[in-house]
Each structure stands twice: as structure tokens, then as C-alpha cells.
Nanobody, 124 residues
Framework: VQLQASGGGLVQAGGSLRLSCAAS????????MGWFRQGPGKEREFVAA????????YYAESVKGRFTISRDNAKNAVYLQMNSLKPEDTDVYYC??????????????????WGRGTQVTVSS
């Protein structure tokens, strides 16, 4: 599966952005999906994950209550709604596909496919 993230940009603190990840292939619904982020000189960090049906989700503590992950299998897409953004959310955001479809996973090594990232910059 090929993935392409979009929707990043520059926003003021307290603002919102919605990231999208478009997937190619007919088997999108058989994958769990995740969002990760990485800044310069930092390790890649888990943000959120969702099961194949969307019934199961999991969030990093740092974004819980502010970010929402969702998916539309008919459109082969996964989304990350980011509200109440903070300057520390500034990073490159990546979407990824996990062959484990039922349980959202947090470890980046579990994800087999990665898209190019999209830059999110939050100004103070």
C-alpha cells in the first residue's frame, strides 16, 4: 500500500488542522493505521492509531483530548483532526499502515508502510 499525507501548514497556537492520508490499493481496510511525528534531532514519536473498522483507537498522552484519529475505508483515507494546537506539536507528521488490523499499536516497528510526511508548524 502506498500512502501520502497532506494537510499540514502553519497555524497559531490554539488553532486547528486536519491531516489526511490517502492510501492506494484495494486492501486498505485490512490495515490498522497510525500517525507518528518527528522533529529535527528527535526520535519518531507515536501520536495516534486506529483499527481497521475505526472502533479501536489509541492516543499518546500528549495529544489525548486534543487530537482525533478517524478513517473512511470507502475513500481509502485516514485523518487526524488536531485541535488546541501547541508549539510543541510542531513536527513532520507521518501516516503508516500496520498489517495488524484489529489492535491499534504504538511501536513504529510494527508498521510496514510509511508515507511521506507533512510539516505542521505551530507558532506561539
Amino acid at each position: 500500500v502506498q500512502l501520502q499525507a497532506s494537510g499540514g501548514g502553519l497555524v497559531q497556537a490554539g488553532g486547528s488542522l486536519r491531516l489526511s492520508c490517502a492510501a492506494s490499493g484495494r486492501t486498505f481496510s485490512s490495515y490498522g493505521m497510525g500517525w507518528f511525528r518527528q522533529g529535527p534531532g528527535k526520535e519518531r514519536e507515536f501520536v495516534a492509531a486506529i483499527s481497521w473498522s475505526g472502533a479501536g483507537t489509541y492516543y499518546a498522552e500528549s495529544v489525548k483530548g486534543r487530537f482525533t484519529i478517524s478513517r473512511d475505508n470507502a475513500k481509502n483515507a485516514v485523518y487526524l483532526q488536531m485541535n488546541s494546537l501547541k508549539p510543541e506539536d510542531t513536527d513532520v507528521y507521518y501516516c503508516a499502515a500496520d498489517r495488524e488490523a484489529f489492535v491499534p499499536r504504538t511501536h513504529e516497528g510494527a508498521y510496514a508502510y510509511w508515507g511521506r510526511g507533512t510539516q505542521v508548524t505551530v507558532s506561539s
